[in-house]
């Protein structure tokens, strides 16, 4: 089983209108909600491809109980943790006309320290019987940076691949504490390291403690760098055209799932480099499939095709 966990779950609600005018009353048909939040972005997509997963996440309030009845009708196995905190909303507005999106993320209510410490054991007790974990999205208010690397480097310690996809103080935190995998997109990067280069700042992740680092660059692919082999760009001869919101999850999806079979990605064996290639190649053809899909947690089938037009290269760097 490949275990998800998302800290901070939001119950995603979406409107259409053909053109939104801030300050005015629109008319539009009825809107959607979903279960949402990084890590259940991440067990969508793995789900789909036929991966046994577990989403572990919290709920409450009625925002809550409207999280829980969306998942189950997904069909995602999953744990929920009930706590006093009202799951946070995030509110999207397209704009049809723009082809535009209006996102308002809620911060969402600081849970109790008894939740936080019922959360975080919960995870360590089902990661530890899990193949792999992604722990994906940001931190709850009342859920610290250090409850985030004690609960990696727990998992870590026990022999459990962790892939990690969060910003900030929390992105850091899961860099000293081992993280098998960590996945900034470059903005991300930027703001933690305050290096404008990716290669760069990757490194300054690797040196604090992480395995690997996936670096994601939109339009522009992504980067696969671990401590003793050269880095290697991925990326599609062209750029395509939809929605980008969840790519970056579904790079996570792709990393997980390799993690998942047990290889070692960091490894000196011909096996090892091919499986750095590939999962450089499935983690760009699952990111750029979703970018075609309407809705973050889904892969387009064109996947498997882009798989075969994805270009992977090792990037020459100069050491002197
Ligand atoms: N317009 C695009 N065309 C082709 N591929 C794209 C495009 N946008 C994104 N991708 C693919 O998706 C990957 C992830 O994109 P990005 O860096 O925007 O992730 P992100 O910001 O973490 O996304 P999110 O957090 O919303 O899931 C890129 O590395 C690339 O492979
Ligand atoms: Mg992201």
């Known amino acids: 089983m490949i275990l998800t966990v998302t800290l901070n779950p939001a119950l995603d609600m979406t409107w259409h209108v053909d053109a939104l005018t801030p300050g005015a009353t629109h008319r539009a048909p009825t809107g ?15 789900h789909a491809q036929g991966h046994e997963v577990l989403a572990l996440s919290t709920v409450g309030g009625a925002n809550g109980a409207e999280f829980e009845t969306e998942l189950r009708a997904s069909g995602i ?108 997109n470059s903005e991300e990067l930027a703001e933690v390291t305050g290096e404008r280069d990716p290669l760069v700042g990757a490194r300054q992740l690797l040196t604090l403690g992480a395995q690997l680092v996936m670096v994601t660059l939109g339009r522009d692919g992504l980067l696969v760098l671990d401590r003793m082999h050269a880095p ?20 996570v999806a792709a990393i997980t799932a390799v993690l998942a079979t047990g290889i070692r990605l960091g490894g000196d064996s011909a096996e090892s480099a091919r499986a750095r290639e590939d999962l450089a190649r499935r983690g760009t053809a699952w990111s750029a499939s979703a970018v075609l899909m309407p809705h973050a947690g889904e892969l387009s089938p064109e996947h498997a095709v882009l798989e075969a037009e994805v270009t992977v290269q090792p990037i020459e760097e100069d050491l002197s």
């Open 32 to 46: 959607s909600s979903r279960a949402g939040g990084k890590g259940v972005n991440v067990a969508r997509v793995l």
């Open 77 to 184: 196995p999953h744990r929920l943790i009930r706590v006093s905190a009202a799951t946070r909303r995030s509110l999207a507005i397209v704009d049809d006309t723009r082809g535009e999106t209006t996102v308002l993320n809620e911060r969402g209510t600081a849970l109790a320290p008894v939740q936080v410490a019922t959360l975080a054991a919960t995870a360590a007790r089902l990661g530890h019987t899990a193949r792999a974990v992604a722990l994906s999205g940001s931190l709850p208010p009342g859920f610290g940076p250090e409850q985030l690397g004690a609960l990696v480097a727990e998992l870590v310690g026990a022999g459990t691949p962790v892939v990690v996809d969060t910003s900030g103080a929390g992105l850091l935190a899961a860099a000293r504490a081992g993280a098998t995998a960590l996945k900034p």
């Open 232 to 251: 290697l760009h991925a990326g599609l001869p062209r750029t395509l055209h939809g929605n980008p919101t969840g790519a970056g999850d579904a790079a």
